[in-house]
Structures are given as C-alpha cells and as structure tokens.
C-alpha cells in the first residue's frame, strides 16, 4: 500500500512497516536527513512524478510504500482498555463511508484517549491510505477494528457494563451534560443518514451537541470529535 504525508510516513517508519520511500527532489535536506536515520531505501524523483503516482499535491514531498494496514479485533481494543487499567472508550462508527471523516475520527480518538474505533464491515470506508494521511499517523497506535453485526456488538458491550450513547441531532439530552466518565461507547452515524433505527435503539441514550448557528448539523468527525472530548474531560486528567 502507498502512504503519502510526512506524519503517516514516520510514523509508519518508526512502526517499522515502511519498505521504500519516494522523495521528491528540492525537499529540505533537514527532512532528507530525518529519513535517513530509518534503514529504509531513498529514491528521490520529480515532485511531479509523486504528484502522479499519489494522485493529490498533498503528499508533501514523500510516498512510502508500506505494509497494508491491517484491521485489529474488538477483543484487541478490550484488552487495551484493560492493560492499562482504564474504564474502556471506544468509537462505533454507523454508516462513515467517507475516508477523510473516518481518518480524521481515528485521530481524534487516538488523541483524546479512546482505546479504539470498531465500524461494520459493509458499511465503512477502507482502511486506505487517504484515512491513513488523514489520521496523521494515529493507524500507527490506535487499534481499529471491524464487527459483522453493529447492533449485536452494542448488546455484547451493554451486557459487559458498557454504557453506549449515540450522537443524534434532534435528541433532547445535551452531551456536555451527560456522564461520560465510566465504560462508554461513543456511536456516531452517516452525514445526511445519521443512526440507523435498530443502531438507536439499541442505545442507552442519545445525546445531542448544543448548537446556536442556522446550520443544525456537524460534519461527523466533528461531532466525534467534540463527544470524545467531553469524556476525557469527565475523565479527568491522564
């Protein structure tokens, strides 16, 4: 798999997952001399030519090709929780379908300490490298994993003490007013779609995020986004 962007790169570098590394020429050699400490092959070609092969001018002057990312498990994200005695978080995702969104919640989670993302197999993005470079690196650290049935995932974390509330615009409990500092799960829908009916009521709760524009929504890896925060904020600090 092709990786592009200097914060996936290295940190697919120092995971050890990199096999050979494109630099565009002209970079700067500070750069060039970071990528060399890894014992990784450089070839250097055209900025255009890694315009060509990424697909995007976004690449920020280096493409690596790694190891393809691989999917974790629900135990995998359980057992994180546990090793490092913390009540769990995790992130179910309902219908994301869009790279940069799922990128962009697994960094958020990575970041504001969740111990992982779960989506449903036929209903979420793959794990490419547009969420890759979206998630600046959190793939690298943060275990992401697939579940064949959502709802039935739900039950099995209700029935282990899980409390999961699902984000909903129209929903009359405002999340910065909720109890987030146990075991949670966190459940954010499509853009547009939102939850589907049986994943709300599969729910203990919906909760909503105050809004005072004219625009009543926010894109999903906001909202996630801002929900995570409210849990490290009721968990305190680290």
């Not at 120092?14 to 970079?27: H, I, S």
């Not at 890894?38 to 690596?64: C, M, N, W, Y």
């Not at 913390?86 to 958020?108: H, M, Q, W």
């Amino acid at each position: 798999m092709l990786l592009y962007g200097r914060n996936p790169v290295l940190e697919a570098l120092k995971d050890g997952r990199v096999t050979e590394l494109l630099v565009a020429r002209g970079v700067e050699e500070a750069f060039v001399q970071e990528l060399k400490t890894f014992d990784v092959r450089l070839k250097f070609s055209p900025r255009i030519e890694l315009d060509q092969i990424a697909g995007t001018t976004g690449h920020q002057g280096v493409i690596a090709e790694v190891e393809d990312l691989a999917w974790a498990s629900v135990d995998d994200i359980l057992d994180r929780a546990e090793a490092r005695g913390e009540d769990l978080l995790v992130v179910l995702l309902d219908g994301v379908t869009d790279p940069r969104n799922f990128g962009a919640i697994i960094r958020s989670a990575e970041v504001l300490g969740a111990h992982g993302v779960v989506v449903e197999e036929r209903r979420s993005a793959p794990l490419s490298p547009v969420v890759a470079k979206t998630a600046a690196g959190a793939t690298s650290y943060l275990p992401v994993a697939q579940t064949k049935n959502l709802p039935r995932l739900i039950d099995q974390l209700k029935e282990a003490g899980v409390w999961v509330y699902g984000a909903a615009g129209e929903a009359a409990q405002d999340v910065g007013r909720t109890d987030l500092s146990g075991k949670v799960a966190l459940v954010i829908g499509a853009e547009g779609e939102g939850l589907r009916r049986l994943v709300r009521e599969k729910c203990d709760g919906l909760v909503r995020i105050p809004t005072r524009g004219q625009v009543q929504s926010l894109n999903a890896s906001v909202a996630a986004g801002i929900l995570l925060y409210e849990a490290a904020r009721a968990r305190g600090p680290r």
